[in-house]
């Protein structure tokens, strides 16, 4: 069973930061594009951030550029999303997810199970 397992969440004050992994099992991710959506209470599911397996390229949402950074580290099967300068609008589920190519709707063909972040004012 394919699954990809996210980590990191949790509760934290405005301007701090948080880091979220995610850890694909049941098959290897390397030649796929990765990403992290997120979905607030009462919204639609959102992109964050996306890093394409082929040249590490790099794609976020106008909310979190500059706050947060995707990296993907091969050799240890793991995605990241470090985010810092945190506010309150990034509380949400964070969704890791895989899809072949990269775009930036919600529409990729695997999905984790999310992970909470809140950012208490």
């Known amino acids: 069973q394919v699954q990809l397992v996210e980590s990191g969440g949790g509760l934290v004050q405005a301007g701090g930061s948080l880091r979220l992994s995610c850890t694909p099992s049941?098959?290897?991710?390397?030649?796929?594009?990765m990403g992290w959506f997120r979905q607030a209470p009462g919204k639609e599911r959102e992109f964050v951030a996306a890093?394409?397996?082929?040249?590490?390229?790099?794609y976020y949402a106008d909310s979190v550029k500059g706050r947060f950074t995707i990296s993907r580290d091969n050799a240890e099967n793991t995605l990241y999303l470090q985010m810092k300068s945190l506010k309150s609008e990034d509380t949400a589920v964070y969704y890791c997810?895989?899809?072949?190519?990269?775009?930036?709707?919600?529409?990729?063909?695997?999905w984790g199970q999310g992970t909470q972040v809140t950012v208490s004012s």
């Open positions: 997810a895989a899809n072949r190519n990269y775009n930036s709707q919600p529409n990729w063909d695997y």
């Open positions: 049941g098959r290897s991710f390397s030649h796929y594009d």
């Open positions: 890093i394409r397996w082929i040249d590490s390229r790099t």
